[in-house]
Nanobody, 120 residues
Framework: QVQLVESGGGLVQAGGSLRLSCTVS????????MGWFRQVPGKEREFVGA????????VYPDSAKGRFTISRDNAKNTVYLQMNSLKPEDTAAYYC?????????????WGQGTQVTVSS
């Protein structure tokens, strides 16, 4: 059974930084593309970025480019989301998700989420 556990959320002032972590157990972490998503109650889930399982390349939406960085440590089965220059509109529950190399684009496994609150 694959499990994802996020950590690192909290309250931060606008302009500050946070680093979220997501540790995966029970699966082949090195063969997963890992994605980060966020969601505000009443709104659709938003893609924040992903790191590809092979080569380590990353993709980000425009809202995250230049402020957010995703990295991974395969030895620790952990993916990170470094968030800088945070804005109040970044307030959301942040989720990590895993997509197997066998089913690219399908995030079959999800964490429980960690709350990020950015105060103005």
């Amino acid at each position: 059974q694959v499990q994802l556990v996020e950590s690192g959320g909290g309250l931060v002032q606008a302009g500050g930084s946070l680093r979220l972590s997501c540790t995966v157990s029970g699966g082949s972490f090195s063969e997963y593309t890992m994605g980060w998503f966020r969601q505000v109650p009443g709104k659709e889930r938003e893609f924040v970025g992903a790191i590809i399982w092979i080569g380590g390349s990353t993709v980000y939406p425009d809202s995250a480019k230049g402020r957010f960085t995703i990295s991974r440590d395969n030895a620790k089965n952990t993916v990170y989301l470094q968030m800088n220059s945070l804005k109040p509109e970044d307030t959301a529950a942040y989720y990590c998700a895993a997509s197997s190399k066998l089913t690219p684009g399908t995030y079959a496994y999800w964490g429980q989420g960690t709350q990020v609150t950015v105060s103005s």
